[in-house]
């Protein structure tokens, strides 16, 4: 494999938080559900009640994601287990070690480490315009298990 899996630190998980909290923000202010004034309010909020003693919290891993020859890091994996299920918060292989594969040996590395503590599969959700991690996902052998749909609403004018 290309990859190894290295336990986050606490330094590097807070240093995660620092991008992490105001992307979530973002995210839910672009999509109407939260309003400007309290978005990173809320998503602090959220982070906490996923990860309630950071890298330490329980049901969850936090790794690092290294390269094998040089041991960098390339990116990082948010796993919480809930029964014999995982789910993947987040994955990220950072922009300048994209496309060279390191995303698909994370993946195995996560699957042989969940697999080793007895856990049957995994779940993530990915957005319906991210196709690149669609094709990544469908080639690892995920399937999809349900759609998540919005209809947005006009302002009513008064």
């Known amino acids: 494999m290309k990859t190894f899996l290295a336990d986050m630190s606490e330094a590097a998980f807070k240093q995660y938080l620092e991008s992490a909290i105001p992307f979530f923000a ?14 990173t309010k809320r998503a602090e909020e959220a982070y906490k009640r996923m990860f309630p003693d950071g890298v330490n919290s329980e049901n969850c891993h ?3 994601i290294k390269e094998n020859t040089s041991e960098n890091t390339i990116g990082f994996i948010l796993i919480q287990v809930h029964g014999n299920y995982a789910f993947i918060h987040e994955i990220e292989i950072y922009e300048a070690h994209r ?10 590395n996560v699957e042989e480490f969940l697999t080793g ?4 599969g995994i779940e993530l959700e ?9 094709a990544l996902y ?3 052998g995920f399937s999809p298990v349900s759609t998540y749909m919005r209809k947005r609403f006009k302002p009513v004018s008064e």
């Open 99 to 108: 496309r060279k594969g390191y995303a698909k040996s994370a993946l195995c």
């Open 26 to 39: 973002e995210l839910h202010i672009k999509s109407g559900q939260w309003q400007e004034a309290d978005a």
């Open 62 to 64: 936090c790794f690092e």
């Open 117 to 120: 503590k007895g856990i049957i």
């Open 126 to 134: 990915v957005g319906s315009q991210n196709n690149a991690a669609h």
């Open 138 to 140: 469908d080639e690892m």
